[in-house]
């Protein structure tokens, strides 16, 4: 499977974007995916996560500003990120998990497929 990411850009502090991924197979239409984030000099890290039943997880530094969603008609996640800041400056990337893997996780390992990232730039 391939994962398209789109969606980045460049915002002022407490501007907000919206992120998607879509998957080329409909088989992973209700996969576990989730968002990781790398900034310059840093190690990728866990944003969020959406498991097949709809469940979701975030990180600290995110919750109360970032949403993720799925719609399964589409094949495609969103990460709604609101009231942005410089520290959100990194390339965000999606993932997902195997399609018949129905357990979420938070850890950049249990994900085997990833789109080719997309640079989300917050200026303060």
């Known amino acids: 499977v391939q994962l398209q990411a789109s969606g980045g850009g460049l915002v002022q502090a407490g501007g907000s974007l919206r992120l998607s991924c879509t998957a080329s197979?409909?088989?992973?239409?209700?996969?576990?995916m989730g968002w990781f984030r790398q900034a310059p000099g840093k190690e990728r890290e866990f944003v969020s996560v959406i498991g097949w039943n709809g469940s979701t997880y975030y990180t600290e530094s995110v919750k109360g500003r970032f949403t993720i969603s799925r719609d399964s008609a589409k094949n495609t996640i969103y990460l709604q990120m609101n009231n942005l800041r410089p520290e959100d400056t990194a390339v965000y990337y999606c993932?997902?998990?195997?399609?018949?893997?129905?357990?979420?996780?938070?850890?950049?390992?249990?994900?085997?497929?990833w789109g080719q990232g997309t640079l989300v730039t917050v200026s303060s």
């Open positions: 197979e409909h088989s992973f239409s209700s996969a576990v």
């Open positions: 993932a997902a998990r195997g399609a018949r893997i129905t357990v979420a996780t938070t850890s950049k390992q249990g994900f085997k497929y």
